[in-house]
């Protein structure tokens, strides 16, 4: 029963989706240089576009000379970005209304402002700079002490680019702590330990998997496909304090998760659907892992129909979750529901993945109990259940 599954080659795909974007360059955080032209001439001007959650926030060089709006209610929609601004004149603060193009590395935009008896209009022309930007109150012209979560230089990006890319375990471990080693205060850090957990997931490295794993959901804690992930090494190591925590806090994330662009609508339901089932599932095999050194009947008989629940709810969501159906079916053994522990034992066994090969060898330890040491039987079981699943 404490035997360590593999993880799935569907979770891997899911994880990997995720990490794709994480390094790709938002389309208008940065640092912008170019003019600004008006009735009173043309100016060097200045824009800084910060990504804060879906939206941004930013800072823009006036068309007064030394003066600086704060941006507000920056929208971008295709390549168009529309924001606000609030200008002091004599007769008191008026709105500026600014909407630009973009296109690559260029910024157009026109902006405009009523004073009632004149209408004051001024045109930006822009060129990216930086991808960096600063804090959403910090001045234009000073660069940011420390790098945003996801900023990095050219030279970072190209190595995180390359060490994401690399397939050979070896060599990517070595990318990995060399960028660490090199770029220890870039804001491409917490996606190299993504990287690390990812790479130590797949090499069977639990001590690696949750070391980096933790590093970086304590910068990025939004990764729920990460957070998954480590809920499910938790359980499966009795780690279920940890792993019921980590379940149960990507269940609430995965219900409010936006769709990351490059991830299509498909895979981002089959994705959610995925990453659901095996909260669920952790949940319910930390009921089983905690019933297991109970030695009261009835105590442990208890923890034991906590676990039906969320594994029927795993299920529910996934109806070809192998680990479920094996797990289940232990959970029933606990409770000594010999004919339900046999049919989902059965369904895990035929649907033949992960954990086939282990809800085999437990079935037919079962069966033997119940039928006096034979086996006689168990393949008309098994076709009984492929025809109830739908199966070949």
């Known amino acids: 029963m404490l035997r360590i599954l593999k993880v799935s080659t569907g979770i891997l795909f899911f994880l990997g989706a995720f990490a794709v974007g994480l390094a790709q360059k938002d389309p208008l955080q940065g640092r912008w ?14 824009v800084m576009f910060r990504k804060e959650g879906a939206g941004y926030s930013g800072i823009i060089s006036g068309p007064i000379p030394n003066s600086e709006m704060t941006l507000k209610e920056v929208k971008l929609d295709g390549d168009k970005v529309s924001t606000k601004a609030d200008v002091g004149t004599p007769q008191g603060t008026v709105v500026a209304n600014i909407k630009f193009t973009l296109k690559g590395e260029n910024l157009k935009g026109k902006g405009q402002v009523d004073l009632g008896n004149q209408v004051f209009d001024f045109d ?4 990216r700079v930086s991808e960096d930007a600063g804090a959403p109150a910090a001045a234009i012209s000073p660069a940011p002490t420390k790098p945003q979560v996801g900023q990095g230089s050219q030279e970072e990006l190209d190595a995180f680019k390359k060490l994401q890319a690399e397939v050979d375990p070896g060599a990517k471990k ?6 660490l080693k090199k770029h220890p205060e870039s804001g491409l850090v917490p996606y190299v330990h993504r990287e690390a957990s990812v790479h130590a997931m797949q090499t069977n490295n639990f001590e690696m998997m949750a070391e980096y794993g933790e590093k970086a959901l304590a910068a990025v804690p939004e990764d729920f496909a990460l957070m998954t992930e480590l809920g499910r090494a938790y359980g499966e190591r ?8 980590k379940a149960e806090h990507a269940i609430e994330m995965i219900a409010s998760a936006k769709k990351p662009d490059q991830v299509t609508d498909e895979q981002w339901d089959q994705g959610k659907k995925m990453m659901l089932a095996t909260n669920f599932s952790t949940l319910g095999y930390v009921h089983v892992r ?4 109970i030695q009261d009947p009835e ?4 923890e034991a129909e906590r676990a039906i629940a969320p594994f029927k709810k795993a299920i529910e969501i996934n109806n070809k979750d192998d680990v479920s159906y094996w797990r289940l079916g232990f959970a029933y053994i606990f409770l000594n529901d010999y004919d339900n522990a046999e049919s989902n034992l059965a369904r895990s066994v035929v649907l033949n993945g992960v954990a086939s090969s282990y809800a085999r060898k437990d ?10 040491s ?3 039987g168990l393949d008309k079981v098994l076709t009984k259940t492929k025809g109830e699943l739908g199966l070949p």
Do not use: T, W
């Open 290 to 293: 905690r019933a297991q050194p």
């Open 299 to 302: 105590k442990r008989k208890a």
């Open 174 to 179: 070595g990318l990995i702590e060399d960028f």
């Open 124 to 127: 930006y022309d822009f060129k």
């Open 33 to 46: 240089e170019g003019k600004v032209k008006s009735q009173r001439g043309e100016l060097p001007a200045k």
């Open 363 to 372: 079935l037919e330890e079962l069966y033997k109990k119940k039928h006096n």
């Open 374 to 376: 034979s086996l006689e």
């Open 238 to 245: 009795g780690m279920v304090d940890k792993a019921e925590e």
